[in-house]
């Protein structure tokens, strides 16, 4: 069971700060380990098996 005002909020996030600046810090924080999980991804080399695969569908 729920109150009126428990209902009201159903599905907000609380503030992580008065002003809503940690709420921006952690998103800077997610795009910057986004960015960082992308260029890792981006630097793997490509292993020899793929590569003979994609030479077999050219």
């Known amino acids: ?12 996030h609380p503030p992580s700060e008065k002003n809503g600046e940690g709420k921006h810090r952690d998103d800077r924080d ?11 991804t981006v630097g793997e080399a490509i292993p020899d098996s ?7 569908l050219s």
């Open 30 to 40: 997610v795009g910057d380990a986004l960015r960082k999980a992308y260029d890792d």
């Open 50 to 56: 793929m590569l003979d695969l994609l030479k077999k």
């Open 1 to 12: 069971m729920h109150s009126a005002d428990q209902d009201k909020n159903m599905g907000q």
